[in-house]
Nanobody, 128 residues
Framework: QVELVESGGDSVHSGGSLRLSCRASGVTVSSYCAAWFRQTPEKERDGEREMVADIDRSSRTNYPDSVKGRFTISRDNAENTVYLQMNSLKPDDTGIYYC??????????????????WGMGTPVTVLS
């Protein structure tokens, strides 16, 4: 049984930093694609989640322009844990942050693919 447990969410002021952790069990994160998504208050009604970082089996990383240069995803294979370092936080970064795993070597967002494993999320609030 796969379980992903996020931690590290908190309230910080604009410009601050947070480090989120996602401890996995039942799946080896170093073998697959792992990603962080967020659901902002504006998207909560639609249930839409935005990918903010991913890392594949070869440790290639990917970020949308909205967080590029501020967020860094990393992985500790020995701890089977994925991290998200978030710097220069802005109020727009407020939301619930979710860890997800896709059992593919390279991350895919094409039609027909999905992330079957998700954590419960950890809240991040950035105060202006």
């Amino acid at each position: 049984q796969v379980e992903l447990v996020e931690s590290g969410g908190d309230s910080v002021h604009s410009g601050g930093s947070l480090r989120l952790s996602c401890r996995a069990s039942g799946v080896t994160v170093s073998s697959y694609c792992a990603a962080w998504f967020r659901q902002t208050p504006e998207k909560e009604r639609d249930g839409e989640r935005e990918m903010v970082a991913d890392i594949d089996r070869s440790s290639r990383t990917n970020y949308p322009d909205s967080v590029k240069g501020r967020f860094t995803i990393s992985r500790d294979n020995a701890e089977n844990t994925v991290y998200l370092q978030m710097n220069s936080l802005k109020p727009d970064d407020t939301g619930i942050y979710y860890c997800a795993v896709q059992p593919l070597r390279r991350c895919s967002y094409s039609e027909g693919t999905r992330f079957p494993y998700w954590g419960m999320g950890t809240p991040v609030t950035v105060l202006s």
